[in-house]
Nanobody, 123 residues
């Protein structure tokens, strides 16, 4: 298992940007595929983006393509989510998670989760 701590959330106006960070500790971070998910009030947890262990492969849900960028720095045991052109519908608690699979957009295939960071986008 790996321990994950998210940071970087906050309140931003529509059209603004935020960068989320997820710091990992514990077992070898570079061996895990990392994902970002989000959950809005009253809604199910939703896949946002995933990055392979090497950083060479990424995948995004359609609603964030062209606006969000996932990246990782294995030397710093950290994964990032750069969010640009934010919209009110991006408002949610954002979670990072780790999986041993090569890639996945299914939350139940992730074994380690952070506590989440709130992102609120005002119109």
């Amino acid at each position: 298992q790996v321990q994950l701590v998210e940071s970087g959330g906050g309140l931003v106006q529509a059209g603004g940007s935020l960068r989320l960070s997820c710091a990992a500790s514990g077992r070898t971070f570079s061996g895990y595929t990392m994902g970002w998910f989000r959950q809005a009030p009253g809604k199910e947890r939703e896949f946002v983006a995933v990055i392979s262990w090497s950083g060479g492969s990424t995948y995004y849900t359609d609603s964030v393509k062209g606006r969000f960028t996932i990246s990782r720095d294995n030397a710093k045991n950290t994964v990032y989510l750069q969010m640009n052109s934010l919209k009110p519908e991006d408002t949610a608690v954002y979670y990072c998670a780790a999986t041993s699979l090569p890639s996945s957009s299914w939350y139940y295939e992730y074994h380690s989760w952070g506590q989440g960071t709130q992102v609120t986008v005002s119109s």
